[in-house]
């Protein structure tokens, strides 16, 4: 069995950084790619960002280039996404998630991560 455990999160002010991380647990697998998404209130799950560990691309949606930066270590299935300068419309619920099985490159697809986190809540304020 394989968990993905997220720490982080919290209130913060429009401006501020925030740091999530999230650590896989349980048996010992290897990743191809993991992720970071988010749904706000109303919305849909929306991609943020990914880092393929084959080469360590790193891939982005727009509204948060620049500003949000992932990082990780593929041998502890760890990944980290570094949140700065948020601003109110990043507020959400926000979700890591693992490829562990095969990789077809649609890394901002839900649908290509086989393992996910418990979700924690982002709130900026205005």
């Known amino acids: 069995q394989v968990q993905l455990v997220q720490s982080g999160g919290g209130l913060v002010q429009a401006g501020d950084s925030l740091r999530l991380s999230c650590a896989a647990s349980?048996?010992?697998?290897?990743?191809?790619?993991m992720g970071w998404f988010r749904q706000a209130p109303g919305k849909e799950l929306e991609f943020v960002a990914a880092?393929?560990?084959?080469?360590?691309?790193?891939y982005y949606t727009d509204s948060v280039k620049g500003r949000f930066t992932i990082s990780g270590d593929n041998a502890k299935n760890t990944v980290y996404l570094q949140m700065n300068s948020l601003k109110p419309e990043d507020t959400a619920v926000y979700y890591c998630?693992?490829?562990?099985?095969?990789?077809?490159?649609?890394?901002?697809?839900?649908?290509?991560?086989?393992?996910w986190g418990q979700g924690t809540q982002v709130t900026v304020s205005s």
């Open positions: 998630a693992a490829d562990v099985t095969y990789y077809s490159g649609h890394y901002y697809s839900a649908s290509e991560y086989d393992y």
């Open positions: 880092v393929s560990w084959s080469g360590g691309s790193t």
């Open positions: 349980g048996r010992t697998f290897r990743s191809y790619v």
